[in-house]
């Protein structure tokens, strides 16, 4: 009796484990803005921004997407581009942290920046951006998407319209 | 007796199990990700089969185009894109341009790589070459006489498919020479200040107008291998598909190109390899059926009124 209730509790760990693929861990988002999803599609309704270098739990992992909970206790499906597994340090003026690896450290604001960016331009006085700030502020809302699919006769597969 | 009927419990119970995660494992596609083993896909900035690699050689703060975040990608695409407008200006359209980021975007989030530091945006160029630019982390400028070459919605798609498939690739990176990532690598590892001083600033500021004149004379002047070529057109047959528009479409575009290409010529001629290897390459994937779906009444509609005065 004992036996089989034993097998029975390990037969449903087991399977519980195989449905949910639970993927706890902690990662960093990588993009300007980031928003959360409800459900693991883009077409999924938001549920709230995440932004740049802020730590999300990750709960669980189907496909291409994650369910992460941010610090501010969101929790919804972001797609794994957004992450990185590095730490994104965020104003890493003070010491160098050349001890750490690039595996384990993005550090926001060093590198090809908008101080180099400012002295490139400087530079080149010639190289007009004014072009490509408007290009920036062209956005399409995921209600636009999902109008502008359905207007097409469009059918996204892989249940990407949720 | 009761000992075999426990254990056959036990190995119903544990069949059910293994089946559980073996389905999970193999259905386990949704939204429009997927098919990253076809494309390959990017993973936190380390594509397959070279992750190995770069972790045995990350010692200090990075070693090759890989190990670019996409904060800094993004500043090399707003310098390479406005190196682009410079040479070709935008042609001033914005009923245009919401069709075109519409698509675009909606394009850019089947992709493998939807989300990239600044987004994706899409933009009209005044010139009548044949021609479309993708500049890194997601900046795409597509001239008229490329629009002009398209007769459907689903043409104009499989022409930012393959733009974004480089952007998603990371193919502009690529071109920057090893030895100036490995001289921003060591400023970035050695610098502690947040803001540089003027003598690392200067030095930066070089390697980076160095890394943008490696995008722009790739993108406008030898073009990408034929390799890249075909991996963008794969990542654009899989896009299209994902999105529900004819892959197809890539073949007429590119049967387009080679009619009105001229071999020397300035413009897509001088920077693509033959349209007609690529549709050799391609068209395993596409197939040689008829397209799949017609284009619907509706979408000719809304793509003639946006080609209305182009």
Known sequence: ?162 | MRLSKESSIASLVFFCALLSVLCFCMCERPGWAGFSDIVGGVTDNVLPGQAGSAVKAAVALGKSFQDITPEQEYYIGRAVAANVVSTYPPSPNDRFDLYLNTLGQTLAEASDRPETFGGYHFLLLDSSEINAFAAPGGLILVTRGMVRLCKTEDDLAAVLAHEISHVQGQHGLKSIKNSRLTTAFTIIGSEAAKSYGPAPLSKLTEVFQGSITDITSTLMKSGYSRDLEREADKGAVTILRRVGYDPGALIIMLTEMKKQLKPGGLDFAKTHPDPKDRIEDIRPLVGSGPSATPVSPERRKRFDAAMTNL
């Open chain 1, 1 to 162: 009796m004992k036996l089989r209730r034993i097998v029975f509790i390990l037969g449903f760990v087991l399977a519980l484990a195989g449905v949910t693929r639970s993927d706890s861990g902690t990662m960093s988002v990588q993009v300007k803005e980031g928003q959360l999803r409800s459900t693991p599609s883009f077409l999924g309704s938001i549920v709230g921004p995440v932004s740049y270098g802020e730590r999300v739990e990750t709960m669980q992992t189907q496909g291409d997407w994650l369910e992460v909970k941010s610090p501010k206790n969101l929790r919804g499906w972001i797609h794994k581009s957004a992450l990185t597994t590095k730490q994104v340090v965020l104003n890493s003026g003070g010491k160098a942290q050349s001890a750490a690896s690039s595996q384990e450290v993005a550090l926001a604001g060093k590198g090809f920046n908008a101080d180099v960016e400012a002295q490139y331009r400087k530079n080149n006085a010639a190289v007009d951006y004014t072009w490509v700030d408007r290009m920036e502020t062209m956005r399409v809302s995921r209600d636009q998407m999902i109008s502008f699919l359905d207007q097409g006769k469009l059918k996204p597969s892989e249940g990407g319209k949720k």
